[in-house]
């Protein structure tokens, strides 16, 4: 029997360079929403020259955009294709699902970082960028994976799927699109930013938007009026409080390490419009996490009540009740069995490659996971190389090390989930 | 000598259908901040036709825009004209403008107004809509001013300058150019909405603009990164703080029936840019109230001492201190004697007219008054028929009666200051 692992490691310190150079591309390519054909059309012809069955579309159709599960602030996708490269295998063994998105959020204010967002800069052995770590430097270790197995002359039984998808940041419409399409397998990996730790639980979450009302006067006589900004904070407070009652009675094992598990994150507020008026108006968007097995029905039920009792904090939201609305996004939370075959590969194949345990931890975020899982009848586990603390942030990274190492477990595990037909060539 | 008191209200009585026509016209054109040509020009036409000599242009130079107390959001003034009309006097008396201010501010959400905010609806006396009160029906009452004694056959000896301009809502662009192109006077009169209080006094204010800093993160780890949303609430409640201590070291008479003399308001808030990402930038803007007689650099000052000493109640604040900036309107305070002589015709006018005392009292706000007292020499006294409560506020309104009886006040206040000529006409 080959040593399987030596030979990959090999092949990747190999190919190392190159492969840099190319996370360098994917994060210089700002592939925030609407502007990911760029990206997705390298990739797609990277994926051919790899001879893979290469599909490219751009999503539409009423299937898609009245799913149930369908979320997006737009309705038609021109300029962001989804990609799928099938990696056919000898037949009998067990597929496998390579998920990864590249749509990335905007870089924030540009102000806060080092560097331009998008320079792909490489410094002590870190790629910086934004979609650095959320989760081009994810998609790399899949590729490098099916790559390394090639070009050490492997074929394998089962079809391996690399799928390069849109619109995760915005709800998985990109993933609920190649379901639909028909791409499904006997399981997925997921290489999200996780610090390698593998999370086979997902937090789900949901955005909503608030509107708090004010009663409009001139700021001069203030005091006849009544400040939605100030109301908009009392509802702060109260979203906060919200967020602690959940988090406190979940026992869930795995979230024991996280500060706040399912957390409540108001992202936007926006109100008023003249300074010297008494604002009458504040808008808030936010996301609210939902826990591995918790009904999303049940999570909006708790905001709605606990909007409700504002009334209690201050007469003003009796009369003016704050509007709830749940829009644009949403993720499925997921949940895996501990015990299920492929976890306790990436276990065995983990420990293997690093020398040390891994940790299994549920994820503090929704990852488009829950939707294979919940609607292709594909388990889906998210483990990958990103630094969870830098996604979303300033002066993202990720370490290259990490990307290789991912590389080298996914390979191996694919060796042993899908089975081994033929090669290596000697 | 002419019972002027009966022949004015009289003659006022046989206009008041036309005269209430015309201030629905005046109401039912949206002059918001660049949309005030059509009122403007309708205005001249009207000046034109009393024999006034009208000038009607747009303002603009490098006098203008450098001058020290010009402020605006812009800098050129296209579809914003201003509109003097003069009244030449016979000669030997003193002259008075009568200045108002023709733009209005946005509606704010038209969902909270009861009618279209440009309605000009009339019911149980009031006339309602946008402006109304602040300050087209103002405006009215001195036009009808000069037109009464018109019609009654009346020369006065002063001039009588109508002055109707643009930018009073962001600070006083349009009066300062009207005092740069030369218009000044022996005192003026500004039917601002105060209820028919007169203000020898007004609070001054300026505009400005606090930048809160937070760190972002993903929403999901939001713990990782710092909300600049929550911090702003921190930076609210400084501010609330600050207004209290300005409050309530204030011992001026005049201001005694005030719950907030000189009010420090928050309009607008604005930060994050996605639901689930932690916000790392909110943007405040408010107007802050100066005293009569305060300088507006010790108020300035003061601002600067209460945003530093948030880091005693937040270390963040230390890392990342809030910025301030003065941008936008300003509005000089004003500060007339007591004891003016146009202050004891107003108060002798009043008492004649309505049988009560006149309320003399500070304005709680800033008018173009502090700018005409200040630069042109001609100290200015606010007084005028509309609802101050309203003013700025959804489903504003101004009672009709009040507009004929402030018409009724100056005209006869002009008799007096400016003294007669001729006339009335049998």
């Known amino acids: 029997m080959a040593n399987w692992q030596a030979l990959i490691r090999e092949q990747l310190e190999k190919d190392r360079e190159a492969s840099v150079k190319l996370l360098q591309e994917w994060v210089q390519s700002p592939s925030v929403q609407g502007a990911e054909e760029s990206i997705q059309k390298s990739i797609a012809e990277l994926l051919a020259k790899m001879g893979l069955d290469v599909d490219l579309w751009v999503m539409a159709g009423e299937e898609l955009v009245s799913h149930p599960y369908f979320v997006s602030p737009r309705q038609t996708f021109e300029g962001s294709p989804n990609v799928v490269g099938v990696w056919k295998g000898a037949g009998d063994g067990r597929s ?3 998920n990864g998105h590249v749509d990335v959020v905007p870089a924030g204010d540009y102000a806060q970082w080092s560097d331009d967002p998008f320079s792909g800069k490489v410094a002590d052995g870190k790629l910086y960028g934004r979609g650095a770590t959320d989760m081009k430097g994810g998609n790399l270790s899949s590729l490098l994976a099916i790559s390394v197995l090639q070009k050490l002359g492997v074929r394998l039984k089962g079809d391996v799927i690399y799928q390069s998808v849109v619109e995760e940041e915005s709800g998985g419409a990109g993933t609920l699109a190649t ?12 290489p999200e930013p996780t610090n390698m730790k593998i999370f086979p ?3 789900g979450s949901m955005w909503f938007r608030l509107t708090v009302k004010g009663r409009s006067a001139h700021g001069g006589t203030r005091y006849e ?10 509802v702060v407070q109260a979203i906060g409080r919200l967020e602690k009652e959940r988090n406190d009675r979940l026992d869930d094992p795995l979230y024991a390490k996280l500060p706040i598990p ?12 003249w300074p010297s008026s008494v604002a009458d108006l504040v808008k808030l968007e936010g996301r ?6 918790e ?6 039920a708790e905001m709605e009540t606990a909007l409700q009792r504002l009334a209690e904090v201050d007469p003003w939201f009796a009369e003016q009740p704050v509007e709830l609305e749940w829009y644009g996004a949403r993720w499925v939370p997921g949940d895996v069995a501990q015990d299920h075959p492929l976890m306790e590969i990436l276990q065995d194949k983990f420990a293997a ?13 929704g990852t488009d996971g829950g939707l294979l899982t919940a609607l292709a009848d594909t388990p889906a586990i998210v483990v990958g190389p990103g630094v969870t603390q830098v996604a979303h942030y300033r002066d993202e990274y990720i370490v290259l090390d990490d990307v290789f190492r991912c590389a080298e477990i996914f390979a191996l595990t694919m060796l042993d989930w899908c089975g081994v037909a033929e090669g290596p060539a000697k």
Chains 1, 2 share one sequence.
């Open 262 to 273: 399912i957390p409540i994150n108001i992202g936007v507020i926006e109100g008023g419009k």
């Open 353 to 365: 490659v690093t020398g040390e345990r891994a940790i299994v931890e549920a994820s503090p975020w």
């Open 96 to 98: 496998l699902i390579l």
């Open 179 to 190: 379901i639909l399409r028909g791409y499904k397998a006997d399981a997925a990996l997921i």
């Open 225 to 234: 009026g009544v400040s939605a900004i100030e109301k908009s904070m009392l």
């Open 295 to 300: 009904q999303m029905d049940d999570a909006k």
């Open 288 to 293: 609210m996490g939902v826990a591995p097995g």
């Open 201 to 203: 639980k997902q937090q």
